[in-house]
């Protein structure tokens, strides 16, 4: 099992794709594991493709929290220097955008182009809420009852209605078993929850910038891609048809078609 011990962490990592191709390097959203970009990965063969799972997910160790994204781009950091990876693209979806977007406002020198999908640069009232509740299940109905809760926010309508086993109790236990401890889903959401305004650090991003949103994520709205897009100096929007929270399983082939224009490689 490739790891890699990088800020006194132990981070679980996968390098997949031909040496010599363009790397392209994944932020998983806030629960994931490196598995849930499989979907994605045949449309990405002429990437070398970095998936990790960041503190607290997945198969990396999970130390004491809360873990805000500016820890997680310092991983990241460390992460890519200890690969050895000097040159690479990097997408960020959810709460691994908000990562990416702290991390590319440092104005790192290897960066080359930026991907945010469905996410938000900063924590308003409404955020703040819908996250907050997320926190409160966790602690009322632990996991079983955070994923109950947060399944409305992140599955987009067509796709829920196309596909209701999702709601299902087979459905739900299989993420509940797939799912960080309740103690790691707490320091995740608490370090999100701690996350500041990155509006005004996003003049600094040099990279050129797509970002999308998904026009029925309930949870992140295409106004905050907008604010995100009018934040960075060049950087595009654009808006995902009849997609939810989830882009990459939603609508796989939509999203690599996107992905694969912006960094203007063959699928």
């Known amino acids: 099992m490739p790891e890699q011990v990088v800020n006194g962490t132990q981070l679980f990592y996968r390098l997949d794709g031909p040496e010599e191709a363009p790397c392209l390097v994944l932020l998983n959203g806030i629960f994931q594991r490196t598995e849930a970009w499989e979907p994605l990965m045949p449309y990405l063969k002429n990437f070398r493709v970095l998936r990790y799972d960041m503190r607290g997910q997945g198969q990396s160790a999970a130390p004491p929290g809360p873990y805000p994204p500016a820890q997680h781009a310092g991983d990241l950091a460390a992460l890519l220097e200890a690969l050895?990876?000097?040159?690479?693209?990097?997408?960020?979806?959810?709460?691994?955008?908000?990562?990416?977007?702290?991390?590319?406002?440092?104005?790192?020198?290897?960066?080359?182009?930026?991907?945010?999908?469905?996410?938000?640069?900063?924590?308003?009232?409404?955020?703040r809420a819908k996250v907050a509740s997320w926190r409160q299940a966790l602690a009322w109905g632990g996991t079983r009852g955070r994923l109950q809760i947060a399944?409305?926010?992140?599955?987009?309508?067509?796709?829920?209605?196309?596909?209701?086993?999702?709601?299902?109790?087979?459905?739900?236990?299989?993420?509940?078993?797939?799912?960080?401890?309740?103690?790691?889903?707490?320091?995740?959401?608490?370090?999100?929850?701690?996350?500041?305004?990155?509006?005004p650090h996003l003049k600094r991003v040099k990279a050129p910038t797509l970002v999308l949103s998904g026009e029925d994520d309930l949870l992140f709205p295409p106004c905050y891609g907008q604010e995100i897009a009018a934040a960075i100096p060049q950087a595009t929007h654009r808006v995902l048809p009849q997609v939810g929270h989830v882009?990459?399983?939603?609508?796989?082939?939509?999203?690599?078609?996107?992905?694969?224009?912006?960094?203007?490689?063959?699928?």
């Open 84 to 127: 050895k990876i000097p040159r690479y693209h990097l997408l960020g979806l959810s709460n691994g955008g908000v990562v990416a977007q702290v991390y590319a406002a440092q104005q790192p020198a290897g960066l080359e182009k930026l991907i945010l999908v469905c996410t938000t640069p900063r924590l308003d009232p409404l955020v």
């Open 151 to 199: 399944l409305p926010w992140i599955w987009g309508r067509a796709y829920l209605e196309a596909h209701p086993e999702i709601a299902d109790e087979a459905s739900l236990a299989q993420m509940e078993q797939a799912a960080p401890t309740p103690e790691a889903q707490q320091n995740l959401l608490d370090g999100f929850l701690a996350m500041e305004d990155l509006r």
């Open 247 to 267: 882009a990459p399983v939603e609508d796989t082939a939509g999203l690599a078609g996107a992905i694969l224009r912006f960094l203007e490689v063959q699928a």
